[in-house]
């Protein structure tokens, strides 16, 4: 019994640290006493899964924008879009939002496959004033890495301008003006055109009949609200005259491509309405002051004139202003329609 004891200490001390007795014996198919396999560790590190590296880009839509900076009328919503690739199943963005350093805000969304990628959408309405920075990043899974887009900047305003202003403001209020179709110099100068452009848009819209740029009117146009919608959009290339908002309107491609302030008779000496084909141009001033004359029907024309009110005042023509009748003379062509309407 004292010798069994003995053999089986002898036995254990003989064992490699980490194994047993039992993973000494041979396994099979050797010879009995053979030589012993050299023991295997059971304690082996885990094996990693390959995260796949990606990008993400950013852009934003709505305002308007110079080549350093997007602006936006406060109250208005801009959507935060983000591309990423390669799509990976569950990935999940988040937007962040910091104001002069610092972190305002955060939004989380799922990102869903699209062609080529993943694609992100955010919807926010910026309500405060000032310079916002956003980003749109991944954080890791075991699945991808993370991975951040670059920032971009959003500036909110809430401007008005007048005669004399001038400034990115008033360049930015030109633009949208342009874009919409009204007829407006882009010079970022507040003069004379942009203030007859501000009144025909207001005109367009039932604002109050003024060249003045409000926070309003600002909002519209940054919004790229408030066009000249046409009377005839199937008619092709034609003018339309709108008795009720006292607007001339050049109209192609079923849109207003260039939108004038103008004035009809008065109720002593009504426009006619209906649809006219022009008939003769008149270059040049006459004798009655009337300038680049474009006749549709009887001695009733387009032209320029020295006053033009807010209001019907005419002898039944439709007045323009002096600087804008060469430019409407020149897109106007004999035998095509306008129509005259309330």
Not at 119 to 144: E, I, M, N, W, Y
Not at 152 to 168: D, E, L, M, N, S
Not at 260 to 280: E, I, L, M, N, W
Not at 308 to 330: F, L, M, Q, W
Request: charged share 20%; with cysteine.
């Amino acid at each position: 019994m004292k010798r069994s004891t003995a053999l089986l200490a002898t036995a254990a001390a003989c064992a490699l640290p980490g194994t047993s007795l039992a993973q000494d014996q041979p396994s099979g198919g050797g010879p009995a006493g053979g030589p012993v396999s050299a023991p295997t560790s059971v304690t082996e590190p885990p094996v990693k899964s390959a995260q796949v590296a990606g990008r993400i880009s950013l852009k934003i839509r709505g305002g308007q924008s110079t080549r350093k900076l997007r602006y936006v009328a406060r109250g208005a919503a801009v959507v935060v879009e983000g591309s990423s690739a390669p799509f990976v199943q569950g990935q999940v963005a988040v937007l962040s939002m910091y104001r002069r350093g610092r972190l305002v805000g955060e939004r989380r969304a799922e990102i869903r496959q699209r062609p080529g990628g993943g694609r992100v959408s955010f919807r926010l309405k910026l309500s405060q004033r000032g310079l916002l920075t956003f980003v749109v990043a991944h954080a890791p899974t075991p699945a991808q890495s993370a991975f951040r887009s670059r920032s971009a900047r959003v500036k909110v305003i809430a401007p008005r301008a007048g005669q004399g202003a001038r400034g990115t403001h008033v360049l930015l209020l030109q633009r949208g003006l342009r874009r919409l179709g009204f007829a407006v110099p882009v010079t970022g100068r507040y003069d004379p055109g942009t203030s007859r452009a501000v009144l025909a848009f207001r005109k367009a819209n039932g604002l109050g009949r003024t060249g003045y740029a409000s926070s309003r009117v600002f909002s519209l146009v940054l919004r790229d609200r408030g066009a000249f919608r046409p009377r005839f959009p199937r008619a092709g290339r034609h003018v339309e005259f709108d008795w009720s908002r006292q607007l001339l309107a050049l109209i192609d491609g079923g849109r207003a491509r260039r939108v004038y302030h103008a004035s009809s008779g008065k109720a002593s000496t009504p426009t006619v309405f209906g649809t006219f084909s022009f008939y003769r141009k008149q270059p040049g001033t006459n004798s009655l002051g009337m300038v680049q004359s474009n006749y549709f029907i009887g001695g009733y024309a387009i032209h320029g004139y020295a006053s033009v009110p807010t209001y019907p005042a005419s002898h039944g023509c439709i007045r323009v202003p002096i600087p804008n009748a060469h430019e409407i003379d020149r897109q106007i062509s004999l035998g095509q329609k306008i129509s005259v309407y309330r």
